[in-house]
């Protein structure tokens, strides 16, 4: 039976593909069917929140069928998502349901590095915590306990540390990321960029991306606005050392030697300055240091960035003009993982004076200028009144001169015994920050977790770094937790709510529970928020609404303020001249530079290539890699080699490699990808990867570790941050055994 | 009852990026199984390095007029539906994959179920008045749903203004997907 189905299958497939080209409509094509299909996954109830899968904080709408999240779309009320998402928002039912998540507290019982653990109660997790910060406070001073943390709950764990005593608040997402791009705006225009940054895109003609590949970036409201601009016919010009999917987009694609971005940059400069193609009114009336600007790009001609950047002078001169054709409405995209060769302030430095050199800063199809709904904080009882010690993030004897937030991996190396530091760090707090792969130089990240007091991770999934902590504390997601609210300076202001859609599974517990119970424990109550919806009200309240209004709507609206220069807005620069500075008096008062200098970059040891990382639109690092959904678009990175060096090493597509830097550090195996859309001097993988956490099911072993491969970092002499494309590896053919593994 | 309507689909290749949100979107909204999709990604990089072009296209069910997999189903499940919308009916379809082997684009699976399964262009949200959740969901506006039987339609509008093509024009299966170039 079975097999005469089968023949008879065979046969009209292959019948039906014979004749199906100009066969007319049968008679079955009119019978009538009444079947509509329902797939059912509409919510009995619908639930504002916003999401955080990302950092973006987009307005979602989560539908809820049975106690159940069957899906979650887009809030077409809230500014960021305007009823669309990525795919990381659609996915986040993916991290809910994760099998794998941390489902109860766990106590070490091996050394730190092994994965075993005793179950145990809050109560008995959160004692402990308190009893070891009480100890390592007594011996060391509650300076010394750092919390590192990423993501929006960090909030309340950040008040309970402030409220304890430390100031050592550091985050990888601004020494490794973009730390380097704020500090160059704050120089030049008296004010970061920020997040979501302030950028007109939609209304731009002319947008150059240069270190940024958005659209795999998949920052949503940016990503719409950028089809936004497409569609009203702007034009772009990229430059990547990769056919990014915005180069494919691109009048213009310079696929630039890697590491030489400043010359180009200074080059551009050369041509609008010398072709006085600039806004003079706008560089007249905002900015100071323009003679010195001229005289610095004198000699800054195509001629000699064509040498170092690979790029004709030609197109150089006809990218300039073109960029300076559209303007004000020129926009050179500032980026945001920016942390690259070391010289990164500088380079942004460089990106910042182009933009003024444009007018685009507070002009339409530039940078506007943002308004926000102004939200009162409601103060806890006591205020913090200790005068908190400067972080040790620095070493003593490299002081850096233009500190922001806290340098992550200066914290990290505050930990490791013999640092040279004003005091050194003794116990971690680690929020939602997987900072094995966070942190560049993983091996000094192992050399601080052994030697460390006590180390507690806050989290929602059995991450790497969770396996060297003492205590893992499982947090509910962000789909079953209120957070603070959210209210960030954009085009209008707006205030949106995080809520739960469901009560949280497994026995983990709001960041905002467990502050305040460990504030309990430590005496601190008095400087915290205590119940979370009686906060989120009383802060409502001051704004004329509630915590019931804002439940059932999201988000609500501020009236709209003009942003932008066009609407009569004056903009102000809280820079020391009051202007925009393209010669910084800062930073040469500091010793360095006051006009962007180019280094060229070290060239790559014999036999090796460059190692570029960046992203994939449907992930978030490796915070998103173990979610089944996600991972139902994306498995596996995979490391994009030049098609013509491929050939000549004997690389197909699909072969497995082990990556080795030039230091012998190892990631993988990871698939080929051969590719013309590469240049031959780099290879390139997706960060978040190759996961080693055995929990990790998913995840683990899946593609490679980018962060393996950074063993060596270039220290920004501006703001301290990390550049980590320093490092050069070389593709060996994976062992059976290895890929089997 | 016919609505006289004729549904399509434009897909901007301008605008995608080829992120994948329409995927997961339709595998949300429709609870398609693991390991199958509806909807996926076409991205061709055709050149040689330095000189190269790109087209992003999502792809999905043509919803064709003439549709192959229609006219070879032996029991009837696969067919047109009003608006030219084509579907399976689960309850009729044996798994025979007559209608599998018949799509020049491959847009069928079998489903875990035993039914063959596909785009349905969300037809339970259309007929609602919604879009399909992959042109819901699109953070780029690449996707566009809409009648071309209206000439006011978006869809319409966009035939009528932009350069397009279908893909396999000469399986003859007159395809009501359309990709914007």
Redesign the interface.
């Known amino acids: 039976m079975a097999i005469g ?1 089968r023949t ?3 046969i ?6 014979a004749t ?7 008679s ?2 009119l ?1 009538s ?1 009444d ?7 509409d919510g009995d109830e619908v639930i504002p929140t916003f999401c955080e899968i990302c950092f973006w904080k987009c307005g979602v709408l989560a539908h809820k069928k049975d106690g159940r999240i ?5 809030n077409p009320a809230h500014p960021l998502s305007r ?5 990381r ?3 986040g ?1 993916g991290l809910l349901y994760d099998p794998d998540r941390l489902k109860r507290p766990l106590i070490r019982k091996e050394a730190r590095g092994k994965q075993v653990f005793e179950e145990v109660s809050w109560d008995e997790a959160l004692d402990h915590i308190a009893a070891k910060l009480k100890e390592v406070a007594a011996k060391h001073g509650p300076e010394s306990v750092a919390l590192f943390n990423h993501g929006y709950g960090a909030s309340w764990i950040k008040a309970l540390v402030q409220a304890y005593g430390s100031d050592n608040v550091g985050a990888p997402s601004y020494a490794q990321c973009r730390g380097s791009r704020e500090k160059a705006f704050e120089l030049t225009y008296g004010s970061a960029v920020g997040s979501p940054e302030v950028l007109d895109i939609e209304n731009t003609r002319v947008l150059t991306l240069i270190g940024s590949h958005l ?2 970036n ?1 920052h ?1 409201t940016q ?2 606005e ?3 601009a ?2 009203a016919g702007a034009e772009l010009v990229v430059v990547d050392p990769r ?1 990014s ?5 691109a009048r213009y ?1 310079l ?1 630039i030697r890697p590491g030489t971005d400043i010359a180009l940059l200074l080059a551009w400069m050369h041509v609008i300055v010398k072709e006085r193609l600039y806004d003079r009114d706008y560089v007249a009336k905002y900015a100071v240091g323009f003679e010195e600007l001229e005289k610095h790009v004198a000699d800054k001609t195509p001629e000699w960035a064509s040498v170092e950047t690979g790029i004709a002078p030609e197109l150089i001169v006809e990218t300039a003009r073109f960029i300076a054709g559209a303007r004000p409405a020129s926009l050179v995209h500032p980026g945001r993982r920016s942390n690259w060769y070391g010289d990164d302030t500088q380079r942004g430095r460089s990106v910042a004076i182009l933009n003024a050199l444009l007018g685009s800063w507070g002009r339409k199809g530039g940078f506007f200028l943002p308004t926000s709904y102004a939200v009162p904080k409601v103060p806890a009882s006591k205020k913090i009144e200790h005068h908190f010690k400067e972080p040790p993030d620095a070493p003593l004897d490299r002081p850096v001169p233009f500190l922001g937030e806290a340098l992550a991996h200066g914290l990290r190396d505050a930990s490791i015994p013999g640092a040279n530091v004003a005091y050194p760090i003794k116990a971690w707090i680690v929020y939602g920050t997987n900072l094995l792969q966070a942190l560049p130089e993983p091996e000094k990240t192992v050399k601080a977790l052994e030697a460390l007091d006590f180390v507690v991770a806050i989290d929602v999934l059995p991450a790497e770094i969770t396996g060297w902590a003492d205590v893992v504390l499982p947090e509910a997601t962000y789909l079953e937790r209120f957070d603070d609210l959210h209210a960030p300076p954009w085009k209008r202001g707006y205030v949106a709510i995080r809520q739960p859609v469901v009560p949280p599974l497994h026995d983990s517990k709001p960041g905002s529970w467990i502050a305040w119970e460990l504030g309990k424990r430590l005496g601190l109550t008095d400087y915290l928020q205590g119940d979370v919806e009686s906060y989120l009200d009383a802060r409502l309240k001051k704004i004329g609404s509630s915590l019931t209004e804002l439940k059932a709507r999201g988000v609500l609206l501020a009236k709209r303020e003009p942003t932008f220069i066009e609407e009569g807005l004056e903009p102000t620069f809280a820079t020391p001249s009051g202007k925009i500075e393209l010669f910084s008096k800062q930073l040469e008062d500091a010793g360095l530079p006051p006009l962007p200098q180019y280094t060229p970059p070290a060239p790559a040891p014999a036999g090796h290539f460059r190692l570029l990382v960046g992203r994939a ?2 992930h978030t690092f490796g915070r998103t890699t173990n979610n ?3 991972g ?3 498995r596996e990175n995979v490391v994009w080699l ?3 060096r491929a050939r000549e090493l004997g690389f197909e597509t699909g072969d497995d490699v082990v990556v080795v830097n030039q230091d012998g550090a190892k990631a993988g195996p990871i698939k080929v990808r051969a ?6 001097d780099c290879v390139y993988m997706v960060h978040g990867f190759g996961h080693a956490s055995k929990e990790l099911h998913f995840a683990f072993s899946r593609g490679a570790d980018d962060s393996q491969l950074v063993t060596r970092v270039a220290i920004d002499p501006v703001m301290g941050g990390t550049g980590i494309n320093v490092n050069f590896v070389r593709l060996e053919r994976a062992a059976a055994s290895e890929v089997s593994a | 009852m016919s609505t006289g309507k004729r549904y399509a689909m434009t897909v ?1 290749t ?2 995608c ?5 329409c ?3 339709c ?5 398609v199984p ?1 390991g199958y ?1 509806r909807d996926w ?1 076409v991205s061709e ?1 055709h ?4 000189n ?5 296209r999502s792809e999905r069910c043509m919803h064709c007029s ?3 997999c ?5 029991t ?1 499940a696969s ?3 009003d608006g030219g919308v084509v ?1 399976v ?4 379809c044996t798994g ?3 209608c ?3 799509c ?1 684009y491959d847009a069928r699976y079998v489903h875990p179920d035993g039914h063959v399964d596909k785009c ?1 262009f969300c ?2 949200r259309v ?1 609602r008045g919604d879009n399909p ?1 992959c042109v ?7 996707l566009t749903f809409g009648d071309l039987n209206d000439p006011t339609s978006e869809v319409s509008k966009l035939l009528r203004t932009r350069e397009y093509k279908v893909l396999q024009p ?4 007159e395809p009501n997907v359309f990709f914007l170039k």
């Not at chain 1, 009209?12 to 593909?17: E, Q, R």
């Not at chain 1, 009823?83 to 795919?87: S, V």
């Not at chain 2, 050149?47 to 330095?50: T, V």
């Open positions: 189905r008879f299958i065979k009209v497939g292959a019948s039906a593909g199906a080209v100009g066969v007319g409509l049968g079955r094509l019978a069917n079947y509509v299909p329902d797939p059912g996954t069957t899906k979650i779309v887009g009823g669309r998402l990525c795919p928002g659609t996915g039912t659209g795999e998949m949503n990503v719409q950028l089809a936004d497409i569609g056919f999917t915005a180069a494919g987009k694609w696929p639109p449907m089944p959904f996600l139902r678009v994306m030049n098609a013509k590719t013309e859309g590469i240049r031959p | 901007d301008r605008r990026v080829g992120c994948s949100a995927v997961l979107a595998m949300a909204e429709n609870d693991e999709c990604i990089i050149g040689e390095f330095p190269l072009t790109q087209e992003i003439n549709p192959p229609v006219e070879v189903c032996p009837g067919f047109v539906h579907l009916d689960p309850h009729k025979c994959k007559a599998i082997a018949s020049p349905t037809i339970h007929e959740a819901s969901v699109c953070p780029t506006k690449a000469e399986a003859g299966t």
